[in-house]
Structures are given as C-alpha cells and as structure tokens.
C-alpha cells in the first residue's frame, strides 16, 4: 500500500532552517509529482510547491520563493523540504502529499514544526 | 495566481440533511476543482476529483458538480462522521491553491 512517512517534530528558533523528509513506499518513487502542503493550527491549508522526483524539476508558490528548497534522494525514495529564515509564523504541520494529475492522493502523516525563541 | 473563494465557512446541519458547498475560481479553471475531506489531527482525505468524479471508496452521498469558475460539492444525506472541514482546491499547472475551507458540524 502506498506510504509517504514523515520525519518527527521540530523546534526551531527564528532565523534557523528546518528540512523535513518524507518516505515514500508502496508505490514508484519517481512515477509521481510531491507536493508540500503546510497547515497552522486552526486555519485552512496552504501549498508550499511541488517536485518530479524523477528531474528534480520543483515549482513554488511564490510566498515561499527564495526561502524554500525541495530535494529527493532517489535511491531511497525520499523527498525534502527545506524552509529557511524560518519566523514565528511559520508555526505549523507541514505535510508531503502524493500528487495524481492534478490532485492529491495519498498524504503524509504531518510534521508539526514549531518555530519558538 | 488563481484565487479560491469558498462559502460558506461553517454551517450546522441535522443528520439526513442535504449540504452543499460552493467553491469559486477567480478565474476559468476547466474542471480542475478537486474536493477533500479533513478531520481533527488527520491528513486531507481526497473525495471528488476533476470536479465531479468520486474517488475510488468514497460513498455516493458525496458528489460534485460545476466548470469554469462555479463549482458546488453536495453531500445527499448529512451522516454524523461526515463531521469535518472540506476544501476546495484547483490546479492551474503546476501551481495548486486551496480555498478556504467550509467546517460542517451537526445540529
């Protein structure tokens, strides 16, 4: 069964990078899209950007442009989001999600970050 | 980019009800409007994809409808574990945009 597993929960302090992974299995690594899906607690969801893992080509919503990186290692079927400069505001779950033409079929269980002084 | 204007933000409804959501694009997108579930603590489930096709395993009361710029989601007869928030998202490639997200409680 298709599996995307997250890495644990970060605390980070202002200013600082995090680079969450994400574990795919069950399912051809490079055959679809990873999209970055960020949620704060209680509001709705907000998509970071996506990336073929079979080119590397990543595309990102512009309110992250400059700050985010997406990666994947291939031989072990992972991708990564890197956040940089990160702010109070960055406060929340960041999911990787599976996509499916245009849309998202399977997600990862979330990785709740926690930017705090 | 393409904004996502969902309504309403909450609604209560009594088990059996019929509920219905809308979803407007800021901009024609075809039929690309796909529709989720999301419950507390848990990852968004997808229900209706390309505007009105169900999912593979998603019950029949869940159905969707709309192009263009005007998309509406339907759930036939409220059921009490369909107690959940539900967006909107459109894909204008590459880029995706959720709408804001309608919170379906009970009455």
């Known amino acids: 069964q298709v599996q995307l597993v997250q890495s644990g929960a970060e605390v980070k302090k202002p200013g600082a990078s995090v680079k969450v992974s994400c574990k795919a299995s069950?399912?051809?690594?490079?055959?679809?899209?990873i999209n970055w899906v960020r949620q704060a607690t209680g509001q709705g969801l907000e998509w970071m950007g996506w990336m073929n893992p079979n080119s590397g080509n990543t595309g990102y919503a512009q309110k992250f442009q400059g700050r985010v990186t997406m990666t994947r290692n291939t031989s072990i079927s992972t991708a990564y989001m890197e956040l940089s400069s990160l702010r109070s505001e960055d406060t929340a779950v960041y999911y990787c999600?599976?996509?499916?033409?245009?849309?998202?079929?399977?997600w990862g269980q979330g990785t709740l970050v926690t930017v705090s002084s | 980019d393409i904004q996502m204007t969902q309504s309403p933000s909450s609604l209560s409804a009594s088990v059996g009800d019929r509920v219905t959501i809308t979803c407007q694009a800021s901009q024609d997108i075809s039929n690309y409007l796909n529709w989720y579930q999301q419950k507390p603590g848990k990852a968004p489930k997808l229900l209706i994809y390309d505007a009105s096709n169900l999912e593979t395993g998603v019950p029949s009361r869940f159905s969707g409808s709309g192009s263009g710029t005007d998309f509406t989601f339907t759930i036939s007869s409220l059921q009490p574990e369909d107690i959940a928030t539900y967006y909107c998202q459109q894909y204008d490639n590459p880029l995706l945009t959720f709408g804001g997200g309608t919170k379906v409680e009970i009455k």
């Open positions: 069950g399912y051809t690594f490079t055959s679809y899209d």
């Open positions: 999600a599976r996509g499916r033409e245009g849309e998202i079929d399977y």
